[in-house]
């Protein structure tokens, strides 16, 4: 059985900083956590590639990209899933990723980019993934939320830890990475707006 483990340092408070290696089976058994010390994640580019998949996405203005090669490859990203029908949480951490992008400033797009991944596939397409981005004020380039037909995004997202079968379960977990430095890092949702936005640069200046 062929496995790799993928490290995943969780966000700062205070002077704690917490690492957890998420143990990712190839078989399809999802995250098993081990906690370790200063883990970092070093996984080849096609393994990485063969792990994430590169199915094509569809963003908001109906445009594909290679989940790995036009998403993730050479960029730091931070990752959040929600759904257009989400009246609560995906509406109000949209919002607070909103700050985040404004803290970035001219960072953002260029060398930070965001990518919400609907959870619910079945109702969200890119028309509707447009509204919803367009109403919470966060169209724009560096930003792109996206769809695919429900088997590639339970793939995808299984392999992230994030997809659940009913959407108003989804998780609201933050995952930001630097794909070329194999550095990803799991931020809890409710961490601050400034430590959101220091944790993305650190990425981007490794």
């Not at 996405?57 to 090669?69: A, E, M, N, P, T």
């Not at 899933?81 to 953002?108: E, H, I, N, W, Y």
């Not at 797009?109 to 447009?130: A, M, N, R």
């Not at 509204?131 to 299984?158: I, S």
Request: with cysteine; hydrophobic share 45%; aromatic share 8%.
């Amino acid at each position: 059985m062929n496995m790799f483990w993928m490290a995943i340092v969780l966000s700062r408070y205070g002077n704690l900083v917490r690492s957890v290696v998420i143990g990712i089976v190839w078989s399809g058994v999802a995250f098993a956590p081990v906690l370790a010390q200063d883990a970092t994640l070093r996984v080849p580019d096609e393994r990485a590639r063969s792990y994430f998949g590169d199915d094509v996405l569809v963003d908001q203005d109906g445009k594909g990209h290679r989940f790995y090669s036009d998403l993730l490859e050479n960029h730091v990203v931070l990752i959040n899933v929600l759904f257009t029908g989400c009246k609560d949480s995906c509406p109000m951490q949209t919002q607070r990723l909103r700050q985040v992008r404004a803290r970035l400033g001219t960072r953002f797009g260029p060398d930070i980019t965001f990518l919400s991944l609907s959870v619910d596939p079945i109702h969200d397409d890119s028309e509707t993934l447009k509204r919803f981005a367009v109403k919470q004020q966060v169209d724009e380039a560096g930003w792109r939320f996206l769809t695919a037909e429900e088997p590639v995004m339970a793939k995808m997202l299984r392999r992230l830890g994030q997809w659940t079968d009913e959407p108003t379960d989804h998780s609201t977990l933050l995952i930001a990475g630097n794909a070329a430095k194999r550095h990803w890092v799991r931020l809890r949702p409710d961490a601050s707006v400034d430590h959101i936005a220091v944790d993305l640069m650190r990425l981007m200046e490794e």
